[in-house]
């Protein structure tokens, strides 16, 4: 063990309010988030333990963003310690609030590190009976907001003990977009080593699934198509990919290459998600995530449309946190092991395509 730091912050997450109701929640939850700050409340409802891998530097002990920073280093690993904040009566209204209101009262309490080979270890004794979920997260991602946002996932979609997180030197600032894209670059060839490490733990019989959201969903396809290069034997369960920012057309020249190797791959699109537009924008073409592209001719892949959908946060890019029937669905695909054609809402458009719907 190399050490321990504690530390304090934030909370929940979900509902798919009316729009007056929506606004009138947005009314109350900042007042609410205003006056009953997390650090001014009891602390003590439930406590979340999240592991992870990380190539983040050490930083300092002032708390959890600034334990592990956002410089490049080598792969560490450990455990995140969040609790829930217990506001007493106002527990009910506070479930109500909008999601983003329900964050601030989820806190990251501590984190526990460990050498990589020893959190494997245990996780592989104590809690991989079932297949486990390894969650790559996107840009625009302190430490610290990465465990809250990886707990937030691991509750919406009823994943548990099951859920492992890969943190990547995301710099945290929305300004530096180039530069969390090239630390994803760097970070890629420790992101194929974990996902084969874990396929060699669990055995053949336990197929790792594989998450992504935003730029970490473009980490997790370049990642498999190495994967599958170095390991065309390996077999992993589900690919899922949310809100995925990766040139489509990119895409469906590795299809093919991670169809091989993967139970199924699923991918989340919506045709209001902000920041894979001003994406699409920089780059010039057509993001993955986005509703509207022609995936009739993929093979290998289900594409599920959340369009019409509530819209639970401002950005429309954070549904598989805020969307509580994008949990469920998630919830069913991976722990159910159902197919698109299979899960309750959702409705077929196209061959390979389905609407998610209230």
Same mark, same amino acid.
């Given at each position: 063990?190399?050490?321990?730091?504690?530390?304090?912050?934030?909370?929940?997450?979900?509902?798919?309010?009316?729009?007056?109701? +929506?606004?009138?929640?947005?009314?109350?939850?900042?007042?609410?988030?205003?006056?009953?700050?997390?650090?001014?409340?009891?602390?003590?409802?439930?406590?979340?333990?999240?592991?992870?891998?990380?190539?983040?530097?050490?930083?300092?002990?002032?708390?959890?963003?600034?334990?592990?920073?956002?410089?490049?280093?080598?792969?560490?690993?450990?455990?995140?310690?969040? @609790?829930?904040?217990?506001?007493?009566?106002?527990?009910?209204?506070?479930?109500?609030?909008?999601?983003?209101?329900?964050?601030?009262?989820?806190?990251? !309490?501590?984190?526990?590190?460990?050498?990589?080979?020893?959190?494997?270890?245990?996780?592989?004794?104590?809690?991989?009976?079932?297949?486990?979920?390894?969650?790559?997260?996107?840009?625009?991602?302190?430490?610290?907001?990465?465990?809250? +946002?990886?707990?937030?996932?691991?509750?919406?979609?009823?994943?548990?003990?099951?859920?492992?997180?890969?943190?990547?030197?995301?710099?945290?600032?929305?300004?530096?977009?180039?530069?969390?894209?090239?630390?994803?670059?760097?970070?890629?060839?420790?992101?194929? !080593?974990?996902?084969?490490?874990?396929?060699? +733990?669990?055995?053949?019989?336990?197929?790792?699934?594989?998450?992504?959201?935003?730029?970490?969903?473009?980490?997790?396809?370049?990642?498999? @198509?190495?994967?599958?290069?170095?390991?065309?034997?390996?077999?992993?369960?589900?690919?899922?990919?949310?809100?995925?920012?990766?040139?489509?057309?990119?895409?469906? +020249?590795?299809?093919?290459?991670?169809?091989?190797?993967?139970?199924?791959?699923?991918?989340?699109?919506?045709?209001?998600?902000?920041?894979?537009?001003?994406?699409?924008?920089?780059?010039?073409?057509?993001?993955?995530?986005?509703?509207?592209?022609?995936?009739?001719?993929?093979?290998?892949?289900?594409?599920?449309?959340?369009?019409?959908?509530?819209?639970?946060?401002?950005?429309?890019?954070?549904?598989?946190?805020?969307?509580?029937?994008?949990?469920?669905?998630?919830?069913?695909?991976?722990?159910?092991?159902?197919?698109?054609?299979?899960? @309750?809402?959702?409705?077929?458009?196209?061959?390979?395509?389905?609407?998610?719907?209230?």
């Amino acid at each position: 063990m190399l050490g321990c730091v504690l530390a304090k912050k934030e909370s929940r997450t979900d509902m798919n309010p009316t729009p007056l109701g +929506r606004l009138a929640f947005l009314i109350f939850g900042a007042t609410l988030a205003l006056v009953f700050s997390p650090d001014s409340l009891p602390a003590e409802e439930s406590e979340l333990r999240l592991p992870f891998l990380t190539l983040r530097n050490p930083g300092g002990p002032d708390g959890p963003s600034e334990f592990f920073g956002d410089e490049r280093s080598d792969l560490r690993a450990g455990w995140c310690d969040l @609790q829930k904040v217990d506001v007493g009566g106002l527990m009910p209204v506070l479930d109500a609030a909008p999601a983003f209101v329900r964050e601030q009262f989820l806190r990251v !309490d501590g984190v526990l590190v460990l050498e990589p080979a020893d959190l494997l270890d245990g996780l592989q004794k104590d809690v991989w009976q079932a297949p486990p979920a390894l969650f790559v997260h996107g840009y625009f991602i302190d430490f610290e907001k990465g465990c809250r +946002r990886a707990a937030l996932l691991r509750e919406n979609a009823g994943l548990h003990e099951r859920r492992l997180w890969f943190s990547w030197p995301s710099d945290g600032d929305i300004a530096n977009y180039a530069r969390d894209e090239a630390d994803l670059y760097w970070s890629v060839p420790d992101l194929v !080593d974990a996902i084969i490490d874990l396929d060699h +733990r669990l055995g053949a019989d336990v197929g790792v699934h594989v998450l992504g959201h935003s730029l970490g969903a473009r980490g997790v396809v370049l990642a498999l @198509q190495e994967v599958a290069h170095r390991r065309p034997d390996i077999r992993l369960g589900e690919v899922v990919l949310l809100a995925p920012d990766m040139d489509f057309a990119i895409f469906t +020249r590795i299809l093919p290459h991670i169809a091989q190797i993967a139970e199924g791959i699923t991918v989340y699109v919506t045709d209001d998600d902000r920041p894979l537009a001003l994406s699409a924008q920089l780059h010039g073409y057509p993001r993955l995530g986005e509703a509207g592209n022609d995936v009739a001719a993929l093979s290998g892949l289900e594409v599920v449309d959340v369009s019409g959908l509530p819209k639970d946060s401002a950005s429309g890019h954070l549904y598989h946190i805020h969307n509580r029937q994008v949990g469920e669905d998630l919830h069913l695909l991976l722990k159910g092991g159902l197919r698109a054609g299979e899960r @309750q809402n959702l409705v077929q458009t196209g061959p390979n395509s389905w609407d998610l719907r209230p």
